[in-house]
């Protein structure tokens, strides 16, 4: 049935009413408010295919298809890992909380790769051929270390040429390591290691644990050499990553990363992989070399429709980082041009294996992520994300498959690469063992610290982990706590007089309150500017803080019975829910984010108690000091000191002008701040409290020996073995060398007489 009509008709009918006579009365007609949209900063992404911002436009409407190149597990994860995937966390959670994309977020688990298998097989050969078999520091296992040090310094430090024993420490105390780091990046790992080893080796210090810790590195070529195609069991191979793995989704989650939508593992991608490298040898950019390696044709892919090394094409060349990219297990052997890479590896004894049509083998690093992200995104997707160490070869390589394989023209249609991190200046590497695991950073910093510092730096640009940007990222911390905590302290001021006193509050508001809400819709405007250019964190932040100094200001310069609630908490629900867009855990009454949720309690009894206890004991101080009709400073001095013990339960009184306190929660960082500004004004008053005693002891020392000398005749003052002779006063004229007293002299001395008199007669006045 064709409703249109009877829905056309209703609504004639619904704007022409009859009245209560029959007339027919018509609505008046409506203006459409005129569309505005246009005018609205349109959301534009750095893009690397581009290195440019380039306005952001979905395959499918409000939907996003997002490959992130994850983890590869074999170790600890460190801070360049917080940095990428924090970094891509605020970003996600950007468009998807703030911009209300859709987002299907896909992440790879890398767990078949050289490094890993070559991680996995020595960690495996160090627990059972050293481990299982040494429970002492014997000289079986001194001889042996010393055989794989001597293998150590000859594969990796061959420049030092001498006797290990006797020469090797000397040379590597003088040795121009930063030389010889130019051509060889990882020589001062190499140099720390043998060094290590060599004291344990040669000095024979300390316990077991100790020696083996430092001994591990050198051991771990040695019987990777010497054993490693014996070790063949799968489980080995699965049980080291399958360990990081957990340890790095541990990481994340306390570092409130979003977890992916979908995760896909390399060892889970195994048939596909095969089938999607022959369709690339099908289409004619792969070839097979006589060992069972598949390679992809860079050359030939080059001459075809296709470009090659879209991201970094100045790179294509460099070798170095083309054999990085192919791992340390790989071999150029069948190779017809140096820039081919492999898509398929042919297994050597000592590495995990599959079946395929060339022979038992094991993916390329750079295929696995083609495979994964085109099983759920199909031939294009909207963004590709990683770290902008990944761009050549290994995002290039990924680009020049996919694209070999669908034989389309674009296969990401936004790269997201994130900027290098570093250390106080020094670049991180996990190959050279340089790192700081996240674990240790949040030893030292809060997970709320780490999302700052990263949130206060354009995703896409370097950053460096420095001392200055520590005590910025603190600060604006600080900045914010403090704003919270007044706004809550406030709100509750005003529900306690409203609600508990029933006292009247006006509603109005004046020019002041109105110049907050435009301040507001200001802040409002500059922050979706700042994430429509390029999912600006750093600038919204920025925003934010200048809204809490505008907040501020306001409560600073108005009476308390003047203060209008309403206009700061809408504020501050804003400057929340921003936060809250980013990913920084906040309080659900929207006043604040969430405080360190480091402990819990097991019910009501244990959380009231310590406060009913403080106030139990203060009540029976005020009452013993009524009893005893103590002094009124007494008291004083006693709601002091429950005001100073009420921090320690995380609760501030801000005496106020009309003699009532404020009541503030604070977080364990105010707390802490406010414990150390008592300590440092109590120490300021007993510093005084000393000084002042100080000098009521020498005026009474002082005092003690004028009482001595006013007991003194002044004829007598003068009576010692200084001078021979005397006046009929007293008064010196020979010195007890002979020589006749100057008359400057006796001058001094009659005027001391005379001093001595006024004292003497005070002291006979005294004591009649």
């Excluded at 310094?153 to 000397?170: R, S």
């Excluded at 590195?217 to 019987?223: F, N």
């Excluded at 250390?423 to 991180?428: D, S, V």
């Excluded at 403090?482 to 306690?496: G, V």
Aim: net charge neutral; glycine share 4%.
């Amino acid at each position: 049935m064709n409703y249109r009509p009877i829905v056309k008709r209703f609504i004639k009918m619904s704007s022409t009413i009859a009245n209560n006579n029959g007339k027919k009365v018509t609505q008046p007609e409506w203006f459409q408010p005129k569309d505005q949209s246009n005018l609205k900063p349109k959301l534009k992404i750095y893009n690397s295919l581009t290195r440019s911002k380039n306005e952001f436009n979905t395959i499918k409407p409000n939907h996003i298809t997002w490959y992130s190149c994850g983890p590869t597990v074999y170790d600890h994860s460190h801070m360049g890992h917080a940095r990428n995937y924090v970094s891509t966390d605020i970003c996600r959670r950007i468009l998807q909380n703030y911009f209300g994309y859709n987002i299907n977020f896909i992440q790879n688990v890398t767990d078949v790769d050289d490094k890993i298998i070559i991680a996995a097989r020595q960690q495996y050969l160090f627990e059972e051929k050293v481990l299982k078999q040494y429970n002492e520091i014997s000289n079986e296992l001194i001889e042996s270390s010393r055989e794989w040090l001597n293998y150590y310094i000859e594969k990796n430090l061959n420049e030092f040429q001498g006797n290990v024993q006797t020469e090797f420490i000397n040379w590597s105390n003088t040795v121009n390591a930063e030389e010889i780091l130019k051509e060889k990046p990882k020589f001062k790992m190499y140099l720390k290691a043998a060094k290590l080893a060599h004291e344990s080796i040669y000095n024979k210090n300390g316990a077991l644990e100790s020696f083996l810790n430092n001994i591990k590195d050198i051991a771990l070529v040695s019987l990777d050499q010497q054993y490693g195609a014996t070790v063949t069991d799968p489980k080995i191979f699965k049980k080291l990553p399958a360990y990081w793995e957990k340890r790095y989704n541990e990481d994340m989650a306390k570092l409130n990363v979003l977890p992916p939508s979908i995760t896909t593992r390399v060892s889970e991608y195994i048939p596909d992989i095969i089938e999607f490298v022959d369709k690339i040898i099908e289409n004619g950019y792969a070839y097979s070399a006589t060992d069972g390696s598949v390679y992809f044709d860079t050359v030939k892919y080059e001459h075809s429709k296709h470009d090659y090394a879209k991201l970094q094409p100045w790179n294509k060349g460099d070798m170095s980082l083309i054999q990085d990219g192919e791992g340390s297990l790989s071999s150029s052997d069948g190779k017809k041009n140096p820039s081919d890479f492999a898509l398929w590896k042919s297994s050597k004894p000592g590495e995990p294996s599959w079946g395929s049509k060339w022979g038992k083998g094991r993916p390329g690093w750079h295929i696995e992520c083609s495979v994964m992200a085109s099983d759920i995104t199909g031939e294009t997707m909207d963004i590709h994300s990683g770290g902008i160490d990944l761009c050549f070869p290994h995002h290039d390589n990924e680009l020049a498959q996919s694209e070999a394989y669908y034989d389309n023209k674009q296969w990401v249609n936004y790269f997201m690469h994130n900027g290098h991190l570093h250390i106080q200046g020094q670049k991180m590497s996990k190959s050279l063992k340089n790192f700081i695991t996240i674990q240790e950073a949040l030893e030292t910093f809060s997970s709320r610290q780490l999302r700052l510092v990263f949130a206060m730096n354009p995703w896409e640009r370097p950053l460096d982990f420095k001392d200055s940007l520590i005590n910025e990222i603190k600060s604006i911390e600080s900045t914010f706590s403090k704003f919270f905590t007044n706004i809550r302290a406030l709100n509750n001021d005003y529900r306690d007089r409203v609600y508990d006193n029933d006292e009247y509050i006006s509603k109005r508001i004046g020019e002041n309150e109105k110049n907050l809400y435009q301040y507001l819709a200001k802040a409002q405007d500059e922050v979706n500017e700042a994430f429509c250019d390029n999912l600006s964190s750093t600038q919204a932040i920025r925003t934010l803080l200048e809204l809490v100094s505008k907040a501020n200001n306001y409560i600073q310069s108005t009476a308390r019975s003047e203060i209008r609630i309403e206009v700061l908490t809408a504020i501050t629900n804003y400057i929340v829910k921003i936060l809250n867009v980013l990913g920084f855990e906040t309080r659900a009454d929207g006043l604040g984010w969430s405080h360190d949720s480091t402990s819990s309690v097991a019910n009501e009894e244990e959380v009231i108690l310590p406060y009913v206890k403080l106030l139990s004991q203060f009540r029976d101080s005020v009452r013993k000091l009524a009893i005893n009709k103590s002094d009124y400073s007494e008291i004083l001095k006693t709601s002091d000191l429950l005001r100073s013990e009420l921090i320690n339960l995380n609760i501030s009184l801000d005496d106020k002008p009309d003699g009532t306190a404020l009541i503030k929660y604070l977080n364990n960082q105010e707390k802490q701040q406010l414990i150390e500004q008592q300590e440092l004004k109590l120490k300021q008053q007993e510093e005084k409290e000393a000084k002042k005693k100080a000098q009521q002891e020498e005026k009474a020392k002082k005092e003690a020996e004028r009482l001595e000398m006013m007991k003194i005749p002044p004829n007598e003052l003068f009576k010692n073995d200084l001078y021979k002779e005397w006046d009929e006063n007293g008064i010196p004229t020979i010195e007890a060398n002979g020589e006749e007293v100057s008359k400057s002299m006796k001058k001094k001395l009659t005027k001391q007489y005379q001093q001595q008199e006024k004292l003497y007669q005070e002291y006979l006045k005294l004591n009649k």
